[in-house]
């Protein structure tokens, strides 16, 4: 329900209609999307992880350039969650169901998995970004008719400060052991999607996903960030 004064767009502040929220149909059409050069490098890194039925798939959605930087930082820093659940309903939604479309079979599962963060960094934001991410996206696949929910099937074991302002090197070493699986289990034919906000070198999600293919090594895995940041 819309309070008394109207809902302007977070990126061109113009007012909202009564089906918009947080962001304009206009604004989310005009995000700049990632070309296929923009995420070779991230298909490279999904070549390094183990698969048992097909190639896992390291993709993400935009180009991390204004205003999608304005947005991943208000909804990351600015107590925005309702922008992460719309932006993944309309942006990562449609991204996750053009990869899948040509191996969903009409009845199987897509499992989000959120990016877990540490409890002390959650309580400082108040929320998880990337599982607000997932549950929009889960509600936009299942608006295309696609079976689709969210678990948290990884914890944040190690506290390590922020990657912002770390050099390629450090972000690897800095992400390293700090993941492990949660003992709850997805449906055995479901199709793993481990989501996250904005992807620089890559270590973070490639190490989340290495977790989770250990403590699940016969699932499908798929790695899909909204933004790129290479």
């Known amino acids: 329900m819309r309070g008394l004064l109207p809902e302007l767009c977070t990126v061109c502040k113009l007012e909202l209609q009564p089906t918009e ?3 304009c149909h206009v604004c ?19 070549g390094t992880l183990p698969s048992r039925k097909h190639p896992s ?4 959605c935009l ?15 600015g107590q925005n969650s309702r922008l992460a659940r719309q932006l993944g309903k309309r942006i990562m939604a449609p991204k996750i ?20 963060i540490h409890f002390k960094r959650r309580w400082s934001r108040g929320y998880n ?6 549950r929009g996206c889960a509600s936009g696949l299942r ?13 944040k074991s190690l506290y390590r400060k922020s990657q912002v302002h770390l050099d390629g090197f450090a972000r690897w070493s800095n992400a390293q052991g700090t993941f492990r699986a ?10 793993l999607v481990l989501v996250d906000d904005t992807v620089a070198t890559g270590a973070t999600m490639l190490y989340a996903a290495e977790a989770l293919l250990q403590a699940h090594p016969q699932m499908e895995l798929h790695l899909v960030a909204l933004a790129v940041d290479l």
């Open 97 to 116: 169901a053009a990869s899948l479309a040509p191996r969903l079979a009409s009845t199987q599962e897509v499992v989000l998995c959120p990016m877990p």
């Open 63 to 77: 180009a991390f350039a204004e205003p999608t930087k304005t947005l991943c930082y208000s909804f990351k820093y």
């Open 21 to 23: 929220q947080s962001i």
């Open 129 to 134: 970004q990337s599982a607000q991410l997932a």
């Open 57 to 60: 798939i390291f993709d993400a």
């Open 143 to 155: 608006a295309l008719g696609i079976p689709a929910c969210t678990m948290n099937l990884l914890e």
């Open 182 to 191: 949660k003992k709850n289990r997805p449906p055995k034919e479901a199709i």
């Open 28 to 46: 989310v059409a005009s995000l700049a999307r990632c070309s296929q050069l923009d995420v070779a490098p991230l298909m490279k890194l999904a």
